[in-house]
């Protein structure tokens, strides 16, 4: 847990959506609203002037959408990082978005319990989607194009973390692409035990705790497209 609140900025369009997520985050002790926007515009100013730790956005925005939104926080307060707060089904948005440096996808048919832990854990450097988002979103990150690093973490960047073997990199590749352990395991012709050992070595080297976070880790940093 943080030991200063992390600052969010919330933004939507519609009053009763602000005022449902400032009830919902104001219970929590370990959060502090510094502000609200109710377009895209005010969403841009006011992340650039509040800085703050999480912006909490809609991707349909009046005067200026969520995408033009995160290009410019990703220009001009890098630092923020943004949470899609959406009702959105298009995938190929939330995939655009993930390539414009947005770190986290919450439905909002969402328990409102995960509004308060999806903060938490983007804030802490890691990533958020649901398991309904995660598949299309791995499947169209794992076509041959750069994509930004990934801000948050430890800081620390691919390069500088421990040497990944071949037979590791292969794996990546694969889980990339979308594959389970036993699909990895047919293709390679080892034991479904010996993926998992690999994936627990590089989890361990990479510092990322799950499949999703190492998948898009990746594809964040082209790691699964290095030779």
């Known amino acids: 847990m943080a030991s200063t609140p992390i600052r969010v900025l919330i933004v939507d369009g519609h009053p009763i959506v602000l005022e449902g997520l400032r009830t919902v985050l104001a219970r929590q002790t370990e959060i502090d609203i510094v502000g609200e926007a109710s377009d895209g515009v005010e969403a841009i100013e006011k992340t650039v002037s509040l800085d703050p730790d999480v912006v909490l956005m809609e991707l349909k925005l009046p005067r200026v959408d969520g995408l033009t939104v995160l290009r410019s926080i990703q ?10 707060f959406s009702s959105s089904e298009n995938k190929e948005e939330f995939v655009e978005a993930m390539k414009l440096g947005c770190l ?12 308060e832990k999806s903060v938490n854990k983007v804030h802490a450097g890691e990533i958020w989607l649901d398991s309904n988002t995660t598949a299309a979103v791995i499947r169209q990150f794992a076509s041959p194009t750069e994509f930004p690093a990934m801000h948050g973490g430890n800081g620390k960047s691919s ?6 073997s071949q037979r590791e990199r292969e794996i990546i590749i694969l889980i990339a692409q979308g594959y389970k352990n036993k699909e990895i395991a047919e293709k390679m012709f080892i034991t479904e035990q010996t993926v998992k050992n690999h994936l ?16 898009l880790y990746a594809i964040h940093n082209s790691l699964h497209m290095k030779p």
């Open 200 to 215: 627990h070595n590089v989890f361990d080297k990479l510092g990322v705790s799950d499949r999703l976070e190492l998948a």
């Open 104 to 115: 986290g996808i919450l439905s909002k048919d969402a328990p409102t319990s995960l509004i």
């Open 159 to 164: 390069r500088e973390r421990a040497q990944l």
């Open 75 to 84: 220009a001009r307060a890098p630092r923020s990082k943004v949470i899609l």
